[in-house]
């Protein structure tokens, strides 16, 4: 029963900042990969950020330099600062963990249900 759940998505005029959450509960042993994927109408679903167990951040070349992605280690939280957004950033966000759960011998990909990002020009 581990679950993922994602806050703060909505409505947001070009070049104003948003700030998505994600809380992973249940029955967790650890967590590896914390990440934020991302999918547009018509498009397939991107990797926009991810974050490591050691804390180092990745980020797609579309999004470096707008976007920071950081991670609470005893809450087990992983957020997604979006400043600058633009319409090219409308999409449904959804967050992924790798997680060893109480039963689990290796990490399991977990994913939330996704929140909606919409950014008006």
């Known amino acids: 029963q581990v679950q993922l759940a994602e806050s703060g998505g909505g409505v947001m005029q070009a070049g104003g900042s948003l700030r998505l959450s994600c809380v992973a509960s249940?029955?967790?042993?650890?967590?590896?990969?914390m990440s934020w994927y991302r999918q547009a109408p018509g498009k397939q679903r991107e990797l926009v950020a991810s974050?490591?167990?050691?804390?180092?951040?990745n980020y797609a070349d579309s999004v470096k330099g707008r976007f920071d992605i950081s991670r609470d280690f005893i809450r087990n939280t992983v957020d997604l600062e979006m400043n600058s957004l633009e319409p090219e950033d409308t999409a449904v966000y959804y967050c992924?963990?790798?997680?060893?759960?109480?039963?689990?011998?290796?990490?399991?990909?977990?994913w939330g249900r996704g929140t909606q990002v919409t950014v008006s020009s």
């Open positions: 249940g029955p967790i042993s650890s967590i590896n990969r």
């Open positions: 992924n963990a790798d997680i060893i759960t109480s039963t689990s011998y290796y990490h399991v990909a977990f």
């Open positions: 974050i490591g167990a050691t804390g180092v951040a």
